[in-house]
């Protein structure tokens, strides 16, 4: 089955400093790879998501960047904010004709943004 | 609020002990997961229903067991319960199962065992 590495655990930034994130998969027939956030005491709630016919995606301060060839992907934070505190999830899955398979989480990192 | 319910929100209980958790999708989802989050391990997978049929398995021990009636409300059931069963319990529903879209997680049920 699918594996997900998600690196590093634990990430201390300042506030209005980059964070990113990365992610490998070992499955090269996943086609879909989505980020949740979960702040402390709270669900999981997707932030941003991307699929394999594409290679990068943007929102607002957000981006996704993904390599098939090498099989990992990316989450960019730009211009942080306390409020971006929270673990973060990847995760892989499949659908279509690459066949099915629900989603595999990485093991989440801990953001922590000091004002 | 995602729209999926959640109950019971805690559950205190004793090894050896049997647990329902019940979980009501989005209205109009037809798909609902069951994920197991502890510590160390993030979330892992168990079940996942798709208009009442088991659609796909993960590392769900034997001692659980799921369902997802006609209303397709689901239920997971935990049995022989074990100290490391304590964890928390989100059910998520998504209205397809495709495995691509979106996946909305209730508020969790934590679980701890004695």
């Known amino acids: 089955g699918e594996n997900v590495e998600q690196h590093p655990s634990t990430l201390s930034v300042q506030e209005g400093d980059s964070a990113v994130i990365k992610c490998t998969y070992s499955?090269?027939?996943?086609?879909?790879f989505p980020w949740y956030k979960q702040e402390l005491g709270k669900r999981p709630q997707l932030i941003i998501d991307?699929?394999?016919?594409?290679g990068e995606k943007k929102d607002q301060r957000i981006a996704v960047t993904l390599n098939k060839t090498a099989k990992h992907f990316s989450l960019h934070i730009t211009e942080t904010q306390p409020e971006d505190s929270a673990v973060y999830f990847c995760?892989?899955?499949?659908?279509?004709?690459?066949?099915?398979?629900?989603?595999?989480f990485g093991k989440g990192t801990m953001l922590l943004v000091s004002p | 609020d995602s729209g999926v319910t959640q109950t019971p929100k805690h559950l205190i209980t004793a090894t050896g002990q049997r647990v329902t958790l019940r979980c009501s999708p989005r209205?109009?989802?037809?798909?609902v997961y069951w994920y197991q989050q502890s510590l160390d391990q993030g979330l892992q997978f168990l079940i996942q229903?798709?208009?009442?049929?088991?659609?796909a398995k993960g590392n769900i021990l034997e001692r659980f067991s799921a369902q997802q009636f006609p209303d397709l409300h689901s239920e997971l059931n935990l049995s022989s319960l074990e100290l490391g069963d304590s964890a928390l319990y989100f059910c998520?529903?998504?209205?397809?199962?495709?495995?691509?879209?979106?996946?909305?997680f209730g508020e969790g049920s934590r679980l701890t065992v004695l």
């Open positions: 991307i699929r394999s016919n594409v």
């Open positions: 229903y798709y208009n009442g049929e088991e659609r």
């Open positions: 209205s109009g989802d037809l798909s």
């Open positions: 998520a529903s998504s209205p397809l199962g495709e495995g691509r879209g979106e996946l909305f």
């Open positions: 995760a892989a899955s499949k659908g279509g004709n690459s066949g099915y398979s629900t989603l595999t």
């Open positions: 499955d090269s027939a996943s086609n879909y």
